[in-house]
């Protein structure tokens, strides 16, 4: 009989909080595997999820913005707290906002992104939840990031998430209500959620789980075993900084919206591939001469969920073949029968994988991120909107990452280990990488 590793988890989970003096909440798979592999390589610190913004220099008021980020930490266990473990087992302890803002002192000359790449890394390995640092950016310093625009005398703002706290939903209703809260400069912010948004937390954390649960079947098992039984090793692993390229596209329309995310499946892997061959060696010793795991996320809260902040997605994995796709529809088809089963959660995916033959560990060879940009509000805060730049340098969770937006363009960055993979080599990926996306849309 298959034994669920939900179902392990939750009986660990129910012995902990029935000893706990304080009153603990369950995670999902998502935020589990956070907090395991921060603990297992806390120099990376790659499961941070961070927006940046620039602002005039001086229009931002740092007390006010502490006012709203706290109050609007107040109203979500997922900001309050601390995400921890109890006799081993992954929960969330009830508490207090978890919030710093703060100024990032920067030497006159010197470069902002720099130091708010180093308060990145950082970053404290049992919080805050939410951390908003501003660091000046004087007129005369260069320009060290690739999509950034002008940025002499400016204010560059991090928000920035334990990614265990927050899902791209999350996102764009944390960006709503610091807006609403940095607007209305509420000089009482409470002092931790109420008993319901707890037990709204609760709730969408226990759906997760059940679906979690009911995802990890013997038709799953035997699906992933099918899709990823030819993996042939090993190649992933984090990187601590990362060098970037940039490329914006056409916005897509009509009926070809539906293929964005595929085709950027197919490119990406072809951009994988070329890496990992000009890289030679796996980490385990084999060479890239087969498939590779390019692990993308996916998912949201189960129907009738509240919608509670926190991590509610699913790392799915794609095979990706050593050419790439000729057909895309029939690339298409593969991804939708995948997202017949976008519930079994990565851990019960790596055990259908080696059940099948493969000695996969579980690393990703690549990841991709897409975000469709309509779907969050501006960050306006004293009447002025951010505008969104980008940081090269940070950590990665895999060798490679791609993150795409969509909205008045499609802008695609890849993100490599430059210890890794020499520059030309990621840009002659990168090339690849945008050939096959141009082909397909």
Known sequence: MHASITAAYLARYRSAAADSPVELLPLT??????????????????DIAPLFFAYPAGALDLDRLGRAATTVAAGHPALCGAFGTVRGTPVLRTGGPSVEV??????????????????MLDWPLDGPALRLLVARQSDGCPDSGPDSGSD?????????????????????????????????????????PDPQ????????????????????????????????????????????????????????????RGAIFPALLDAVGAAAQRLHRADGQLTDGS??????????????RPPGAPAALGCFLNTLVHAVPTQPAA????????????????????????RAARAAGSPWSGGLDAML?????????????????????????RPL?????????????????????????????AEAAFADLLAVLRRHL
């Open 102 to 119: 703060a100024r990032l002192d920067v030497a006159p000359g010197a470069d902002a992104r720099q130091a708010l790449r180093e308060a």
């Open 369 to 393: 991120t897409f975000e469709d940009l309509q779907r969050r509000p501006p960050l306006v805060l004293g009447g002025v909107p951010g505008r969104e730049v980008q940081l090269a340098g």
């Open 197 to 256: 948004a707890v037990a709204d937390f609760r709730e969408a954390v226990e759906l997760q789980l059940a679906a979690e649960e009911a995802a990890a079947g013997p038709a799953a098992q035997a699906h992933w075993g099918r899709r990823l039984g030819g993996l042939t090793g090993a190649g992933g692993g984090a990187a601590r900084t990362a060098g970037m390229l940039v490329e914006r596209l056409p916005a897509v329309g009509g009926s070809a």
């Open 397 to 425: 969770a895999a060798p490679m990452a791609v993150s795409a937006s969509h909205g008045e363009e499609l802008t695609v960055r890849l993100a490599w280990d430059d210890e890794r993979f020499p520059a030309a080599e």
């Open 287 to 300: 060479r890239a001469d087969g498939p590779l795991a390019l692990g993308y996320p996916w998912g949201g």
């Open 152 to 192: 002499g005398g400016e204010d560059l703002l991090a928000l920035a998430l334990d990614h265990a706290a927050c899902d791209e939903q999350s996102l764009g209703v944390l960006v709503g209500e610091l807006t609403e809260a940095y607007r209305r400069d509420d000089r009482s912010p409470a002092t931790g």
């Open 29 to 46: 798979g998502a935020q589990r595997r956070f907090l395991i592999t921060r603990r297992l390589a806390p120099l990376t610190r790659s």
């Open 327 to 350: 057909d895309l529809e029939a690339l298409c088809d593969d991804w939708w029968d995948d997202l017949d089963h976008a519930g079994t959660p990565f851990d019960e995916v790596v």
